[in-house]
């Protein structure tokens, strides 16, 4: 509606004012312009919005890593939070709400979880995508550059593989209950793999001042950076 508005206005303006005087004038979301004189424009054309494809960085290790968290669209963005094998976001994550977490016990859904029906990444994105399992989130920590840094404002870490080839992990925080807990501060997300030992928690990658792999309730809302084959 508002495009079809938008372009019999300007027809309107082509018709009844002198070419010679008018400029097109587009105004960015950012603040900036595209000012175009109105007697260079051949034409007109709104195309439709292109769906999000998500793309994924060498970083030398044995997949490939997501540029962005899934359910973002970019790098700094902190994208959805997920329960451990749950596909989609909510508003309360705690164990009332956890969906494997039954009679007071937690079920068990695998030891690894990655490209079945409960892994979040595959969900949203599709068969090509999948959480990361354990041996690939101690690839990211341990063979790659972790550096505290900013981007547009936003406060995470650059991961830099041995080729040079970086990604940014957001400070997320996570979810516990309807509480986001160290937003700006702390970055957890989630892998696929758990223990047969601990069946109420699952690793993840963690960053509250310091950078490892670590156990956490699977009923928390954490990020998911995703990863493919090469």
Known sequence: MRASLFLFSLCVLLNVCPVSAQNLVVYRTDGTQIVVPIDEIDSLCITPEQPFEP???????????ATCNVGAEKPTQVGDYFAWGEVTGKDEYSEDSYTYYQNGAYEHIGTNICSTQYDAARAV?????????LIEINELLNKCTWTATTQKGV??????????????????????????????TEGYYW???TTTTELSSAYNINFSGYTGKWMASRAYGFTIRAVRKK
Do not use: E, H, K
């Open 125 to 133: 994105w599709g068969s090509d995508w999948r959480m990361p399992n």
């Open 191 to 193: 892998s696929g793999s």
């Open 155 to 184: 406060a995470g870490y650059t991961v830099t593989g041995s080729n040079g080839n970086s990604i940014f992990l957001p400070s997320a925080g996570c979810y516990q209950g309807t509480t986001l807990m160290g937003a700006g």
């Open 55 to 65: 793309t994924a960085v060498d970083l030398g290790l044995s997949v490939l890593w």
